[in-house]
Structure formats: C-alpha cells, structure tokens
C-alpha cells in the first residue's frame, strides 16, 4: 500500500503487475494515466482462500488480480484475512479463522434458519425496549432532537476513537503530501467532517474544504480549527457527500471520508461525487467501520442491531459492504486493508482504512 503496514505487514506490492514502493506508485505516470484497475492489498489480505471451484493458490498476488472481473474479485474478496492476524477468514471459513470472537466459527448468521430466527428475536426484543424512540422517529421528532445532540456526543467519542486509531491514521495521512499540487500545496476536501477529529493529522498549509449536512457541527469545526492552526480553512460548507454540487470538478487533491460511509444514503452517488471533485491522479482517504465476516458472531450482532443503531449513530449502518461499492467505482488503484478496532467483540469493530487514486 501507499502507506507502510502495522510493524507484522511488510510494504504490500501495489498498482497490480508491479511490486513497487508506494511512493514510486503515486509518481509514476502510469498511477495517474491508467485507468487499468489494480486492486492492491496487503500480504494479510492477499492470502485469499480458494473458490471451490477455482484452483487458485491461497495466495493471490494484485497481479494475479489484475484482469479479473468485478464478480471475480468479489468471489475471492468473500475469502480474504481479515488482517488482523493473517488467517484466512472467508465468509464461512473454518471456525478456528474467524479469530476475532474467540468463539469459534458457528456460523451464527450463517445457519439460515435456527440463526434468522434468533436475530429476528432479538430484534423483536430490542423493538419493544426502544419503542418510545421508535415512535419519536414516526413523529419524526427523534431526528431534529439527535441532529442537535449528535455533535456533542461525537465530541465525547470522537476522541476515544481517535485514541484507539491514533496509529492508524497517523500512518494512513502520513502520505498525503505526496498528492500535492505542483506548487506544493494540498487542497483537501473532508466529506462528513463531524467535530472536525480529523485536522491534527493533516500536513502544514493544508487548504481545508470541510463539508457536513449537519450545522450543528459547525461550532465544533470552528473550535477545533483554532487547535489546528497549520491548516487554512478555505470554506466550511452545509452539503452531504452525494450532492456537493458547491464544489467544482477536478478542484481537490485528496477527499477524505470516515466513519461517514456507514451513515449515508448512497455510497455510490458519494463516490462518483469523489471522483467529480477529484483532480487525474488526486486520492480518496477512506476509514470505515463495515461488516464483519459473515460467519462471525460480530456480523450476527449487526444483523440484531442494525434496526435501532441508526437511532444513535445519526443514521448509521452497522453492516455495510462498503468495499464492494470502492471496487466498483473507477478509482485506478485501490488500496486497502481490514483491521479491528478493540474491543473486537462490538459490532463497529470490523473496519477497512486505506486510499484510492483517481
Ligand atoms: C460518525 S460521524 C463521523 C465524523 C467524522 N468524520 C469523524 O471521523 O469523527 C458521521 C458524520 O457523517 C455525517 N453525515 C451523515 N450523513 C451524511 C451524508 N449523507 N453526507 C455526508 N456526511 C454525512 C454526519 O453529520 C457526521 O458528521
């Protein structure tokens, strides 16, 4: 990847039929040029266990990746690591490769019918104890009344998270100078910038386009900004990521997204959005929390929660497949890697962190 691994992944091999360094990708012709899709990932995610019916090593380098089809690349994604630990964890691998919930793979979720009913069971239950929200949300009273309170909770968790994650995404930013325009400067645009947690890891001279749909962030923006005074805001714009029409084509280096996926109506329209505002050869920074194996007792607690978590999380989707929908946009390098953010057991820890060049 364009960034180097956790001290366990060595530097991945990249840009499909080259093992090049990452910083020789993001300058080489060819990275800006080529629309030829290269899906790169690391070591850990590129040990992919074999379709049934494909003869396929268990490793699958990004060039043996290169050529195959979106189908293709989604049969074998269903079969990679999770890059927590290297193993092999398919959507319904063998139940010492889950790891993360220590319980053994049962396939909770998995097991169509004993494994629905139970989360439809639990649903029913966790219905009947939020029922006054519930009802607040036909009214269409809980929204307007979380939209005000959201910005005051994610300045409480936003720094927790961001304790947790410190390494991670003080690796992944590391690399965004190298998307700067030739004069030197970086004009970054943050999709869903919330309480604006992001702005310590963005390089000096930064020119800041912050966008949210939720006004009440607007305060936490401007106080944090004053922490970070290496950055120069340009412009802080009311919009959600699928219409950022108050943003020209081509004007941005790098778009950053996280934990903003999860929360919007339609990743698809976000991302061609991305690649709009985008310029040939500008990045997408992403951080996402996703669903967990399909096989793991983690994925079987988003299927129960997933109803009433948007009660909470301003929205938010606990079991996205936010990687399938990065592997069909135009993006001409992807790279990207799993990690779970402790403790392991919740059903927001399954994340994917990485970048993808236009
Ligand atoms: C969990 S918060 C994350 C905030 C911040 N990016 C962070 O990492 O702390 C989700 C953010 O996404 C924003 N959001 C929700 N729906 C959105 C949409 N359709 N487009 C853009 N942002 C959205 C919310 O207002 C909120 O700021």
């Known amino acids: 990847?364009?960034?180097?691994?956790?001290?366990?992944?060595?530097?991945?091999?990249?840009?499909?039929?080259?093992?090049?360094?990452?910083?020789?990708?993001?300058?080489?012709?060819?990275?800006?040029?080529?629309?030829?899709?290269?899906?790169?990932?690391?070591?850990?995610?590129?040990?992919?266990?074999?379709?049934?019916?494909?003869?396929?090593?268990?490793?699958?380098?990004?060039?043996?990746?290169?050529?195959?089809?979106?189908?293709?690349?989604?049969?074998?994604?269903d079969g990679q690591t999770d890059g927590r630990d290297g193993q092999v964890a398919g959507r319904c691998a063998p139940s010492n490769s889950t790891g993360c919930d220590g319980m053994g793979c049962s396939c909770p979720g998995g097991r169509a019918a004993p494994g629905m009913l139970l989360v439809l069971l639990l649903q029913r239950c966790l219905q009947l104890l939020l029922l006054p929200i519930h009802a607040l949300a036909c009214l269409g009273l809980w929204d307007s009344f979380y939209k005000r309170l959201f910005p005051h909770v994610m300045a409480k968790v936003a720094p927790v998270y961001n304790h947790k994650v410190y390494k991670q995404k003080q690796e992944l930013f590391s690399s965004l100078r190298r998307f700067a325009g030739p004069l030197g400067q970086l004009r970054l645009l943050e999709i869903g910038t919330g309480t604006g947690t992001n702005f310590q890891f963005y390089p000096a001279g930064c020119r800041l386009t912050c966008t949210d749909p939720n006004p009440n962030f607007r305060m936490f923006i401007l106080k944090n900004l004053l922490q970070n005074q290496h950055l120069q805001l340009e412009r802080l714009v009311v919009a959600s990521g699928e219409d950022l029409h108050q943003v020209a084509d081509g004007s941005m280096d790098v778009v950053v997204c996280t934990l903003v996926l999860c929360s919007v109506s339609s990743i698809r329209r976000v991302?061609?959005?991305?690649?709009?505002?985008?310029?040939?050869?500008?990045?997408?920074?992403?951080?996402?929390?996703?669903?967990?194996?399909?096989?793991?007792?983690?994925?079987?607690?988003?299927?129960?929660?997933?109803?009433?978590?948007?009660?909470?999380?301003?929205?938010?989707?606990?079991?996205?497949?936010?990687?399938?929908?990065?592997?069909?946009?135009?993006?001409?390098?992807?790279?990207?890697?799993?990690?779970?953010?402790?403790?392991?057991?919740?059903?927001?820890?399954?994340?994917?962190?990485?970048?993808?060049?236009?």
């Open 1 to 77: 990847m364009g960034w180097k691994g956790p001290s366990r992944v060595p530097t991945p091999p990249c840009r499909g039929q080259g093992h090049l360094p990452p910083a020789q990708l993001s300058s080489s012709p060819a990275s800006n040029t080529s629309r030829e899709r290269a899906l790169c990932l690391t070591p850990n995610l590129l040990r992919l266990s074999p379709p049934r019916s494909s003869p396929l090593p268990a490793q699958v380098s990004s060039a043996a990746l290169h050529n195959r089809s979106a189908a293709a690349l989604r049969e074998r994604r």
């Open 271 to 358: 991302l061609e959005e991305v690649l709009r505002v985008l310029r040939q050869g500008g990045a997408f920074y992403f951080l996402e929390h996703v669903a967990a194996d399909h096989c793991s007792w983690t994925y079987f607690w988003q299927q129960v929660c997933d109803p009433f978590w948007k009660y909470f999380g301003d929205g938010c989707c606990l079991s996205r497949e936010t990687q399938e929908e990065l592997e069909k946009t135009n993006f001409s390098e992807l790279n990207l890697r799993h990690f779970h953010v402790p403790p392991c057991w919740i059903p927001t820890s399954p994340h994917i962190i990485g970048y993808a060049v236009k």
